[in-house]
C-alpha cells in the first residue's frame, strides 16, 4: 500500500477521496504510483504457516501442540505442562488433563497479551507492570470484490474514514475483497447494539461511501451482529528476563494497540535483538562450559532488557497517539502543514536527515525511542520557525518582507537550525 485514501464528503456534498502518499520520493504516473517505499498487508495465518513449514524441516526443532504451561520454577528451570488434547480419570470422577513436567535451559515465551510465561516470571522477578484497555471496541467488516471480481476501490492504498472519536478502516486482501474494521467507544457499540435500525444512517453519517455503496445494508446490518466486539489493550513490563532462564518478547513483553501496524514488526524486531545480544556474548562457542554459558546467556538476556524497555515503551504511546492522527489529524490543516514541510525538506534536502514520524517508523531502522527524540526535535525547529514568520509578519508590511526575500531566508533560517539540530544528535 502506498498511501492512504482518505474518504469523506465534499463542501457539495459529493462523496471523495483524497490520497496521501507515505513516501515523499515516489514518482506517480497516470493511475500507477512508483514508490521507493509501501507497507504491505500480509496474511497472518499464511505467515504462521510458512513459518511453521520452514521449522518443520529443521532437525533440532519439535512440535508440541496442545500444552498448556501451568507452572514453572525459574530458578531450578522446570516447568510443567497440561497435554490438553486428552484428559485422564481421577479419584474424583472429574477428568483433568495429564500434567508433564519439562527440565529446560531457557525458556523464551512469546505466549501473546495473556501469556502464561509473564505470568510465572512475575514470581521470581520485580517486574514493574502496567495493562490498559482503551475506551474502544472494534469489529471486523468485509467489502466483497465487485461483479467483475476485481477490487472496490484501489487496492494500494489503506483507507481511512476519519470520524473524529471513531474511525472505518479498510485493507486489501489478495482475493481483491478487503478486510474492514470499525473503532468506537464502547457506548457507541451499546447505542447501535440496542438500536440496529440505526447503524445504516450511522454509517451514512460518519463513513460516507461504505453502505449501501461497497457493502450492502443487509450485509452491513448482518457482519455487524455476527461479528465479536472486542477489546484493545496495551501492555507494558520491565524487566523482559529473570536471570539466565527465561526472556519474553512480543505481545507478552509489549502489547499495544494496531493503529501502527508494528505489533508484529515490534515482535520481529525483537527476535533480532535478542539473538544479536546473544551472539555478542559468544554464547555458542564449542568448548564453553556450561557455567561459564549460563553466566554469558543472563547478560545476554540482561542486555535485551535493557534496550528493547524504552523502544516497546516509545513505539506503545506512538501506536496510541496514531489513532488520534488516523481518526481526525489527516484532515487537521496542521497536521498537513507539517506534513507537508517535512516531506519537502526530506526530499529537497535530503542530507539533513529529515524525514516525518511515520516514515521514520515504518521505513526505517531506527529504534524507536531515538524516532521519539528525533520528531520532538524537528518539531521544536518547526516552532521556532513558525514564531519567527509570525514575529516577521508582525513587523512591518508582508509585502516588504517578500520584497526583500523573506520566504527564502526564513527557509535558509530552518535549514541551518535542521543541520545544527543533526550536528548535537549525531556528536
Known sequence: MHGRMIHGKSKAGELEEKSQKYDVHGRASGDRIFNLEAIHAVDRAGLNKRLLDALEVMPNVSFFFHHKLTGA????????FEQTASSTTVADGDRRAPEIEVQFDMIIGADGAHSATRYHLMKYAQVNYMQEYIDTLWC???IAPTAENDFAMSPNHLHIWPGQEFMFIAIPSLDKSFTCTLFAPQSTFERLKANPSSLPSFFDENFPGVSPERISLKDLMKQFTNSPHLPLISIKCSPYHYDSSVVILGDAAHAMVPFYGQ??????EDVRVLFGCL????LYSPNLPDTARTERRGRALAAYTHQRTPDASAINDLALRNYFEMRSGVTSPIYLIRKFVEETLSKYAPGLGWATQYSRVSFGNERYS?????VKTQGQILLGVIVGATILGFSGPMGWWYKQGGPSR??????NMARQAKAGLTR
Open 263 to 268: 505489533g508484529m514488526n515490534a515482535g520481529l
Open 73 to 80: 520454577d525459574f530458578k531450578n528451570n522446570r516447568a510443567w
Open 410 to 415: 526564513l527557509l535558509d533560517a530552518a535549514l
Open 140 to 142: 471486523e467488516f468485509q
Open 370 to 374: 531515538d524516532v521519539v527524540k528525533m
Open 279 to 282: 551472539d555478542q556474548e559468544m
